[in-house]
């Protein structure tokens, strides 16, 4: 068993087994799966997000192994994520418990709770009417720099998101963001895998991702040079960009037809009339 709790959940389960109080935490339920819970809920006037694993059975697990799929077993995977994004300087949640007993995969009773990020608005959201009301160049240029620095740190520390989309990072409100000061932080990290090297056949799936999920805000082509520098800069140093494309043609071709690809899958999932 494995069980770590800070402030307030260490004074408020004292004496108690935190796995049958974690169950009875109450509030907005945000999602409701066989085997998994999240809701949020608060205690002495905070907000807390709640994720419980219960065990989603073996045949569950044979399901998405046979599908080409990595089943999330609990919230060992957040937790680790968390750990190595704080190491490597991606701002992210902070978690306040986390707990796992059972060794058995398919019913292993687990969860994390973590702080509230508000109040905080997703890129998805921020950039929405983009296309027609541009955003100011500068805090663009920002946002592009900072998303590409907390995408390239988080694979650098090796840890891929798998859900690696403009969503799931939030935009800090608590004062108006400018290009000079302003916040984001990566969330939804339940599905992350976390390695002494991210392959790259997952850091790619990521890039993909975070490309397809910025389709539609209006990126120019400028806008997506300057993520790529701004990516590699770590590893490739201050190389000219043109060196960069010429060494990563290949991911760039890929990205562009995963991309159209998603689109495409989105487009049918989405259609109106699509699943009735």
Same mark, same amino acid.
Request: hydrophobic share 35%; net charge positive.
């Given at each position: 068993m494995q069980l770590i709790l800070a402030e307030p959940f260490k004074s408020l389960w004292?004496?108690?087994?935190?796995? %049958?109080? %974690?169950?009875?935490?109450?509030?907005?339920? !945000?999602?409701?799966?066989?085997?998994?819970?999240?809701?949020?809920?608060e205690v002495d006037g905070r907000g807390y997000f709640v994720k419980i694993h219960r065990g989603i059975g073996w045949g569950e697990i044979?399901?998405?192994?046979? /599908?080409?799929?990595l089943p999330v077993l609990g919230a060992s995977n957040e937790w680790t994520a968390l750990q190595r994004l704080r190491e490597a300087n991606v701002p992210s949640m902070t978690a306040v418990a986390y707990g796992s007993r059972g060794h058995n995969p398919a019913s292993q =009773? /687990? &969860?994390?709770? *973590?702080e509230e990020l508000a109040p *905080? %608005?997703?890129?998805?959201?921020? /950039?929405?009417?983009?296309?027609?009301?541009?955003?100011?160049p500068r805090l663009k240029r920002a946002l592009i720099a900072e998303v590409a620095r907390m995408t390239g740190n988080m694979h650098r520390a090796g %840890?891929? =998101?798998?859900?690696? !989309?403009?969503? =799931?990072?939030l935009l800090h409100t608590d004062k108006v963001p400018t290009a000079d000061d &302003?916040?984001? /932080?990566?969330?939804?990290?339940?599905?992350?895998?976390?390695?002494?090297?991210?392959?790259?056949?997952?850091?790619?799936?990521?890039l993909a991702g975070l490309y397809f999920s910025a389709l539609g805000i209006g990126?120019?082509?400028?806008?997506?040079?300057?993520?790529?520098?701004? !990516? &590699?800069?770590?590893?490739?140093?201050?190389?000219?960009?043109?060196?960069?494309l010429r060494d990563e043609a290949r991911l760039l071709a890929w990205l562009e037809r995963r991309a159209e690809r998603l689109l495409l899958r989105y487009?049918?999932?989405?259609a109106p009339g699509a699943g009735q």
């Open positions: 004292a004496g108690r087994d935190p796995f %049958v109080e %974690v169950e009875r935490l109450q509030g907005k339920i !945000y999602r409701e799966l066989e085997g998994r819970r999240t809701l949020r809920t044979a399901k998405n192994l046979l /599908s080409a799929k =009773h /687990s &969860f994390i709770i *973590t *905080t %608005v997703d890129l998805e959201v921020f /950039s929405l009417n983009w296309r027609e009301q541009p955003p100011p %840890v891929n =998101h798998r859900d690696c !989309y403009i969503c =799931h990072f &302003f916040k984001l /932080s990566l969330i939804d990290l339940h599905r992350a895998q976390a390695r002494a090297a991210t392959p790259r056949r997952w850091r790619d799936k990521d990126l120019t082509r400028r806008d997506k040079l300057r993520f790529l520098k701004a !990516y &590699f800069l770590q590893t490739k140093g201050q190389q000219p960009l043109r060196w960069i487009r049918r999932k989405y």
